[in-house]
Structures are given as C-alpha cells and as structure tokens.
T-cell receptor
Framework: GAGVSQSPSNKVTEKGKDVELRCDPI?????LYWYRQSLGQGLEFLIY????????KSGLPSDRFSAERTGGSVSTLTIQRTQQEDSAVYLC?????????????FGPGTRLTVT | GDSVTQMEGPVTLSEEAFLTINCTYT??????LFWYVQYPGEGLQLLLK?????DKGSNKGFEATYRKETTSFHLEKGSVQVSDSAVYFC???????????????FGQGTILTVHP
C-alpha cells in the first residue's frame, strides 16, 4: 500500500517568509509525528498527534512553528517568518498507534532551505 | 529526560568485516528500542526493534540485544556488504505516560561506509 507522502520535496524560501509543509500519513494510522533532521541537531521531535487527543507540542522550537491535523488524516506544519536556522529536512511519520512497540513509518521528507 | 548516546562515526570497513555500532540509553519506564537506517537518497527505514529486556531484534543479518542491565542496544553484523553503506540511528520510544510518551528519541547517527 501507499506509504507516508510529503510535499513539497524541496522548498527554497527567503528569510522572513512563511512556509507550509504537508504530510499524508498511511491510511488508517491514528498517530502522526513531525521530526526535523539538521546537521547540528540530528533528528529532533517536533510535535505529535494521536487521534482526537490534544497534540503533544513539546518539541516545537519556537512559537513561529505550528501544526494542525485535519480530519485525523493530513497534517500541515507551518513555519512563520522563517529564519536561516530553520533550514533542515522535515520528516513526517505515522503509526497505527502510539504505544512504545508500534513502528513509525517515515516519509521521504521536505528539504527546506532558507536563504 | 530520555536520551540516546550513539557511537561517533564515521565508520569505514572493508567488505566482509565485522560491524559493531554502540548505543546506550537513558530512560524512565520501559522503553522499546529501535535501529533505523537511512540509505543514500532515501528515507528512514526501520531496521530492527526490541520491546523488552533480553529481546533480540534481527533483520538483514543485523542483530541487536536489549540489555537492561547495561542500558545498551548495540548493533552488530558479522559480515558487512557494500550495500550496507548508510547512516544508522539508534532510537528509543517510551510507552508510559509523561512527556516522553509516543515520540522517538534518536541518537546522533553513525555513518557507515563499506569498501569492496
């Protein structure tokens, strides 16, 4: 079946602009995660959604970052007033549940470059 | 909070050599442990996992054993191939309530290059 998809695959934006990154999880997966992969920080958790529960936003680095998940499926990560330090690969993952043993399936990522 | 410490890389080996990548962790509760692999130009893929102490995860000739007493989950392969060249990430996921619940905590990643 279809895996996790993300769009765009690459995004170049000017400092100060807003960007939206999209994630389509595997159909039926109730848990959805956003991570960021950057050279200096490795792989960092940003936010996660589980069903209709309030999202865990504990990893968002600043209030310029926000995310929503509509209808329990597609998710959008929004970065306002982008800064050069936001340049990274943004990864989305989904899993059938959020328990510790459940595998997370990752999308190919969106490479964001802020100039 | 939870953390994963992974052997620094890069690691360069000849084909058929033995591979060990060390991974230790700090966590409250009873985490599950994972190794993810990222091949050049591809996304993260689960390589293997173990969900409780003394479990051994294995896949594609790779193995790792969940050692609670040493809080370790070292990755091993007896004979590496050129096609194993990739970045390897050790990770944990906690299954109990609290701020760690649900998310993966990753190590820094180890770049492995295998030469013919």
């Amino acid at each position: 079946g279809a895996g996790v998809s993300q769009s765009p695959s690459n995004k170049v934006t000017e400092k100060g602009k807003d960007v939206e990154l999209r994630c389509d999880p595997i159909s039926g997966h109730t848990a959805l995660y956003w991570y960021r992969q950057s050279l200096g920080q490795g792989l960092e958790f940003l936010i996660y959604f589980q069903g209709n529960s309030a999202p865990d936003k504990s990893g968002l680095p600043s209030d310029r970052f926000s995310a929503e998940r509509t209808g329990g499926s597609v998710s959008t990560l929004t970065i306002q007033r982008t800064q050069q330090e936001d340049s990274a690969v943004y990864l989305c993952a989904s899993s059938s549940a959020s328990g510790s043993s459940y595998e997370q399936y990752f999308g190919p990522g969106t490479r964001l470059t802020v100039t | 909070g939870d953390s994963v410490t992974q052997m620094e890389g890069p690691v360069t080996l000849s084909e058929e050599a033995f591979l060990t990548i060390n991974c230790t962790y700090t966590a409250t509760g009873y985490p599950s442990l994972f190794w993810y692999v990222q091949y050049p130009g591809e996304g993260l893929q689960l390589l293997l996992k173990a969900t409780k102490a003394d479990d051994k995860g294995s896949n594609k000739g790779f193995e790792a054993t969940y050692r609670k007493e040493t809080t370790s989950f070292h990755l091993e392969k007896g004979s590496v191939q050129v096609s194993d060249s990739a970045v390897y990430f050790c990770a944990l996921k906690n299954g109990w309530g609290g701020t760690s619940y649900g998310k993966l905590t990753f190590g820094q990643g180890t770049i492995l290059t295998v030469h013919p």
